[in-house]
């Protein structure tokens, strides 16, 4: 069972770049979640989806912007990538509001 | 806003015994979730323990087990027997209501790194 799985794992972008991160769920997850971690502020929520088409910004939404076309798969994008936004990101899924979320492995991105 | 507080950065406990990892909450919601995730160094997110806030019983998992006091806002976690496995950084976790929209956020605090003495 693959769960959530994220591409790619790892990542160095050039200030002004642009990229996009790919989630994929494979359990039929209504909700999806982007967070950054950063040392010693915990998992910070940049944007979410409680359905596909549907998306909405979480606590650091500024510098991102997200698409949600297919139920299975949330994209989180960087227009022009700023060394502020090295940090290590994770997206999730539940299925329902009550239920665990399951994560992806992170993705570790440097903005040099 | 909801806003989830851990106050204490780092903690340490010696191997078979026990620790309690402290969380305070803030909503004004009345129906919501909890949540205790671990993150081993392999950073892979872990889900340890749940708790309804209808639910006036403290959850329990095996070792793990939970204080909930709803009035208080607080929601700390109970390592028992610990084990050099159980070091790693926990995140307590908010969850909206069911009937959310807005509120349907997952939130974390910033995190308790956890280090069990052999």
């Known amino acids: 069972n693959a769960g959530v799985t994220q591409t790619p794992k790892f990542r160095v972008l050039k200030t002004g770049q642009s990229m996009t991160l790919l989630c994929a769920q494979d359990?039929?997850?209504?909700?999806m979640y982007w967070y950054r971690q950063d040392p010693g502020m915990g998992l910070r929520l940049i944007h979410y989806?409680?359905?596909?088409?549907?998306?909405a910004k979480g606590e650091v939404p500024d510098g991102y912007n997200v698409s949600r076309l297919k139920k299975q798969n949330f994209l989180l994008g960087l227009e022009s990538a700023a060394p502020s936004q090295t940090s290590v990101y994770f997206c999730?899924?539940?299925?329902?509001?009550?239920?665990?979320?399951?994560f992806g492995q992170g993705t570790r991105l440097t903005v040099v | 806003a909801q806003t989830v507080t851990q106050s204490q950065p780092e903690m340490s406990v010696q191997e078979a015994e026990t620790v309690t990892l402290s969380c305070t909450y803030d909503?004004?919601?009345?129906?919501?979730?909890l949540f205790w995730y671990k993150q081993p160094p392999s950073r892979q997110m872990i889900l340890v323990i749940r708790?309804?806030?209808?639910?006036?019983q403290n959850a329990t998992e095996n070792r793990f087990s939970v204080n909930f006091q709803k009035a208080a806002k607080s929601f700390s976690l109970k390592i028992s027997d610990s084990q050099l496995g159980d070091a790693a950084m926990y995140f307590c976790?908010?969850?909206?209501?069911?009937?959310?929209?807005?509120?349907?956020?997952?939130?974390f605090g910033t995190g308790t790194l956890l280090a069990v003495q052999p």
């Open positions: 999730a899924s539940s299925f329902t509001t009550s239920t665990e979320a399951f």
């Open positions: 359990m039929n997850h209504e909700y």
């Open positions: 989806s409680v359905g596909e088409g549907t998306t």
């Open positions: 909503t004004s919601e009345s129906d919501y979730y």
């Open positions: 708790q309804e806030a209808y639910k006036q």
């Open positions: 976790a908010y969850k909206g209501p069911s009937y959310g929209g807005a509120t349907n956020k997952l939130i």
